[in-house]
């Protein structure tokens, strides 16, 4: 029994002893040897890895020469990692700590980026799907994050690809939007339908769900009894979209 318990207390030293010589690989690194491990890391893709670089780097040396780059690549790291919310707090900081550093576009340029694939899940990335339909959410805070960028930096190198990326998004949110009204005139819901349409009318002008919208008007205002704002809808319709099959669709409704 004395020989079981002498080798256990062996075997249990052994180990502490173990994990203990194992430590913290980074131990003795000063803080350029850090960065560019983690650099390192994140060219070869090897995110988590990076990812645990930079943030001993932030919290070794928070005031260092290397703190502020760190710290975007910090937000990219995640970015990549799939990590979106993470990815989120890391430029803010950035935003929050460097305001006028020379990269804080970047740093709403990825705010844009990560929220702009938010709402891509892992069967909606290999399945083809209608993002029209997906929650917009994360769309609109992407839109806002765009914006922003292209109105604090017009002559930023991501100010061209924001806007583009914003017309993207208008459309995707007036398509949507068009979808809720659709969705209300077959519940029968026909002025909540007429307003979402009128929504699309107001605030997405030149997208191209305004014609869709212009026939929900039409429709619900016609089924409504509601003559005048009715053939106003046809009217504005007529004059933009004159081949548009949504003409005929208005005007083959019986009203009861």
């Known amino acids: 029994m ?6 256990l207390l062996i075997f249990i030293l052994s180990g502490c002893s173990h994990f203990k ?4 690989d980074t131990d003795g ?17 090897s995110y988590s890895i990076a990812i645990e670089y930079y943030q001993k780097l932030e919290a070794k040396f928070p005031f260092g020469t290397h703190a502020k780059q760190a710290l975007l690549d910090l937000a990219y790291a995640h970015y990549k990692d799939d990590s979106p919310v993470a ?22 340029y990825l705010k844009g980026l990560t929220n702009f694939n ?29 914006s922003e960028l292209v109105d604090r930096f017009p002559d930023s190198e991501y100010a061209e690809d924001s806007s583009k990326r914003m017309r993207y998004l208008r459309n995707t949110l007036a398509k949507n939007e068009v979808h809720v009204a659709n ?13 979402r349409a009128r929504y699309v009318i107001e605030n997405y002008p030149k997208t191209p769900a305004v014609p869709e919208a212009l026939v929900v008007m039409a429709k619900a205002y016609r089924i409504l009894e509601m003559d005048e704002l009715s053939n106003d809808s046809l009217r504005v319709l ?7 099959p949504g003409l005929y669709e208005v005007k083959e409704i019986q009203v009861k």
């Open 183 to 195: 969705y209300y005139m077959r519940r029968g819901a026909f002025i909540a339908a007429a307003n």
């Open 2 to 7: 004395r020989h079981s318990i002498f080798f």
């Open 118 to 146: 938010k709402s891509k899940g892992i069967f909606q990335r290999y399945m083809p799907t209608d993002e029209s339909q997906r929650d917009t959410g994360s769309a609109f805070t992407a839109f806002q994050n765009f």
């Open 21 to 24: 010589d194992k430590g913290d």
């Open 29 to 45: 690194w000063d803080a350029q040897r850090l960065y560019i491990e983690a650099r390192g890391e994140l060219d070869s893709g």
């Open 238 to 244: 007529k004059l933009n979209y004159p081949n548009h």
């Open 87 to 108: 990815s989120i707090a890391a430029s803010d900081r950035f935003i929050k700590m460097y305001p006028q550093n020379a990269h804080v576009d970047y740093a709403y």
